[in-house]
């Protein structure tokens, strides 16, 4: 699990997370928020689960928060790249 600092709370904020295969980014507004050393792959046989924790494929603790656009791509993010995309994924 990767937990930024920054407290999101009534606010509008674009949310990103890019991985490389060695490190991890996590990026908010339009800024690096985390990056650190990636500890696995991603798994294939267990669902992703966006708003929530994953308990081994099963949705818990939910988020209260408002999810507007979710986008995949297939770039590792660079802070840069993440400040140009944000306004454009804010719209």
């Known amino acids: 699990m990767h937990v930024g600092t920054t407290d999101l709370r009534g606010t509008d904020a674009v949310i990103a997370l890019s ?17 650190g050393p990636q500890a696995s792959t991603p798994t294939t046989t267990i669902p992703y689960r966006i708003g929530s924790l994953n308990s081994n494929g099963t949705a818990a603790s939910f988020s209260a928060a408002a999810i507007k656009r979710i986008v995949v791509g297939r770039e ?9 995309l944000a306004p454009a994924l804010r719209g």
């Open 19 to 35: 991985y490389d295969g060695a490190t991890v980014r996590l990026f908010v507004g339009s800024a690096l928020e985390y990056s």
């Open 76 to 84: 590792f993010l660079t802070t840069p790249q993440f400040a140009q």
